[in-house]
DNA sequence: AAAATTAATGAATACGTATTCAAAATAAAA
DNA sequence: TTTTATTTTGAATACGTATTCATTAATTTT
């Protein structure tokens, strides 16, 4: 049946092999339909009430301990598990939060994902992700999960439209922004501090002897970006250094892009601010490539410590955002605010710090 | 209160500012509290029953053009969306996908979670996602994939004990194998065709000249590190080349490590086949280092064309997984096993290519 | 031992939807 | 128009759990 249906069929048309197909598939119409198991059938089974065996499953509720035992041992023998739907559907809360991740091509993004996905896991949550393309999320993404009734939602690269905000608001549903601040000022935001992170750089850079420099931007739109520039910029106009400005995207080609050109332009400047690693890792890239020596002639320095950074063919210089603590922000937030809402704005700044290596 | 809970301290200890919070925090209070609106307000707004309510909502349910469009228009006024729990009680089957995942940190599976988010997202399906830390996947983790009754589940980065693997066929649903293939032999799997793809490779080494060569293995167990053993060795063994193993991990710490062990031992070969590239350009990475000419003394050449492969800095030769088809072939048949489960088993292997760049 | 207190249990109900079945409205045929 | 067929709707019910309230069992106090 799955033959007629082409499944077995590769794209490019070639008929690849299915294993005993035949003799599994009618061994599957074997397999006993067992029905899902309720907790009616383990009370029975346990000669119990039906109130009993909800009991046993919900955290701190009142069942002596022989019951306990006799109710989880009839549930082990037939694989009970709670239906979380039945349960949300009273409680009219889950355990699942959602996760709105853009960019998870750049590494970043994936150790973030891990990190909450640890985190929240351990907690009794589970993870609902959501991949967006844009960087403001749509409206039907959220009513997916405004439909699934979670716990919370967390959205690591990207903003929302006012419109949409509401919807969050009115059904009491935290909200954080991990790394991004929201356009509008009426939400909790979870972030390194870009502003006084910048600075450090560009004092870090003056400091090492760069007289002119270069800050590569990532996404114009981001507060991310726009923050760092801000920093950078302010202490380069304080100690009078000149510097320029280049627009990119927070992606590896962009960055090397951007590296070559500059150098085409033949205006490659003794010290470079990349807002990201990733891009900084395509800027040095590109400027290696053109033969151009590294800390020597330029000092390049990313931003986020990536895995791949710290690689020693890489060995970038860059500021670290603290991964775990910003999660761990994040997450204690969230579940105050599951336990008690109270819909209050503002943002966490956690503090990185500078990791140096050979690019500097 | 947040503030009384010591939310708003970073973990060093330092206390950081939370904008606007107490203005914000009475604002918090005066928010509305809308209840989660249901069918039944909209029907009594549309003028309706909810069983109406319902039929509108439910894809191909018999309602007359201008009841539907009145009822839309309720639910657009209210902000109603059908509560994805009360429906799955019902159905006893959700719009979620399980989807299990290990090796964040290598770029090939991002890119497969955001393949997967994609394909899913446009059949109106979710993705639960399920982060284990080992090999093999724990019980805990399946428990919660069948207490939210997912449609289905798939496996990228592991394998399942024999034990839990019945639990998915006793509530039928559907389990796909991706990239790896699980130790029984009673599963559906989707891989690239790694024993054809590694017997190219080993040809392909061989044609450019190399005379003794190395394979580096990822860890032991997985069924792709030990297909791309066999395919390699077979070949190599008919054309009586000179071959070594290294076992490694899949990682790029991995990859270097053994880079600099074959460097040590004075055994670098004139051609090396390692099991991934993100290990690939750990040994590259290595290699280099240590003023190995790459590829005049020796070639490598990996395996996935994970995008970080193409950068003009790596330029590592590899055989590519072609991403995009394996996830449609995975989304294929999960949507057919959806639509009437078969529990039929067997391996869709689809043919990857050679991706020649200057590690050869 | 009796009374009073506390702990443990079961019966009944609500959650928000899909679905069945019967009734009503509409369209088509006579 | 009347009859028949068809489409559209509403009332009632089931899904599997948490929870309330009343009841029973166990424990403590008198």
């Known amino acids: 049946m799955l033959l007629e249906q082409g499944l077995i069929t590769c794209s490019i048309g070639t008929i690849y092999y299915l294993r005993d197909a035949a003799i599994i598939f009618e061994r599957g119409c074997e397999v006993i339909v067992r029905k899902g198991v309720t907790a009616k059938d383990v009370a029975k089974l346990a000669g119990v009430s039906q109130s ?3 009991r046993v499953f919900f955290e701190g509720a009142m069942v002596s301990e022989r019951t306990k035992k006799k109710v989880l041992a009839a549930a082990e023998e037939l694989g009970y598990g709670p239906n979380e739907f039945a349960r949300s559907l009273i409680t009219n809360r889950t355990k699942i939060i959602g996760l709105v991740m853009k960019g998870v091509k750049n590494p970043f993004y994936p150790h973030v994902l891990k990190e909450f996905a640890t985190a929240f896991k351990r907690l009794g949550y ?24 979670v716990a919370g939602v967390i959205i690591t690269d990207a903003t929302l439209s006012l419109k949409v905000t509401e919807d969050f608001k009115a059904n009491k549903i935290p909200l954080v922004f991990f790394n991004r601040k929201a356009g ?34 990532g996404n114009h739109d981001t507060s991310t970006s726009r923050e760092r520039e801000m920093g950078f910029v302010e202490v380069l106009k304080k100690h009078h250094v000149h510097y320029k400005k280049y627009t990119s995207d927070y992606t590896f080609a962009g960055g ?46 990313g931003f986020d410590n990536i895995d791949m950074s710290a690689w020693p063919t890489n060995s970038l210089t860059t500021w670290e955002q603290p991964i775990v603590e910003m999660v761990e922000q994040t997450v204690r937030y969230m579940m105050a605010e599951i336990k008690e809402y109270s819909g209050v704005s503002g943002n966490i700044e956690v503090q990185g710090r500078l990791v140096e290596r050979k690019t500097t």
């Open 52 to 54: 009993t065996v909800s």
């Open 126 to 149: 589970s993870i609902l992700f959501v991949h967006t393309n844009n960087d403001e999320i749509q409206k039907d993404d959220i009513m997916t999960l405004l439909n699934y009734k």
């Open 184 to 217: 509008m000022k009426d939400f909790f935001s979870v972030c390194t501090n870009n502003y006084e992170a910048s600075r450090h750089i560009a004092e870090f850079l003056i400091q090492k002897g760069c007289e002119d420099m270069v800050y590569i931007s």
């Open 256 to 301: 090397y892009t951007t590296g070559q050109q500059m150098v085409t332009e033949n205006k490659v400047p003794s010290g470079i601010f990349v807002a990201n690693d990733i891009m900084a890792l395509g800027v040095l890239g590109a400027l290696r490539e053109n033969g151009i020596s590294i800390p020597e002639t330029t000092k390049v320095i």
